[in-house]
């Protein structure tokens, strides 16, 4: 079983920076994908980011390209979302995922955390 929490959310003004951690529990973590969704009001939730269980490959959507870099501490049992350039279109509840160990690429996610707020101001 895998519980992961998440951290750092805030409010910032746009152009600022925010960095989410999310803490996994779990003794094989390391071997899990990690990625990080989020949720606007009144939309669906969608996908952000996604860090291979090595730190080797990440993948981004296209509206946060350039702008947010995924990474993981292994040692720390962490992965963390580093938010740059933040624009009003990055408010929402932002989502720690983890998907089943060592399956690449991930079609489906199997353990989640229950979000983070990050609100940046105009």
């Known amino acids: 079983q895998v519980q992961l929490v998440e951290s750092g959310g805030g409010l910032v003004q746009a152009g600022e920076s925010l960095r989410l951690s999310c803490a996994a529990s779990?003794?094989?973590?390391?071997?899990?994908?990690m990625a990080w969704f989020r949720q606007a009001p009144g939309k669906e939730r969608e996908f952000v980011a996604v860090i291979h269980w090595t730190g080797r490959s990440t993948s981004y959507a296209d509206s946060v390209k350039g702008r947010f870099t995924i990474s993981r501490d292994n040692a720390k049992k962490t992965a963390y979302l580093q938010m740059n350039s933040l624009k009003p279109e990055d408010t929402a509840v932002y989502y720690c995922a983890a998907a089943r160990p060592m399956v690449w690429p991930v079609s489906e996610y199997a353990y989640w955390g229950q979000g983070t707020q990050v609100t940046v101001s105009s």
């Open positions: 779990g003794r094989t973590v390391s071997s899990y994908p």
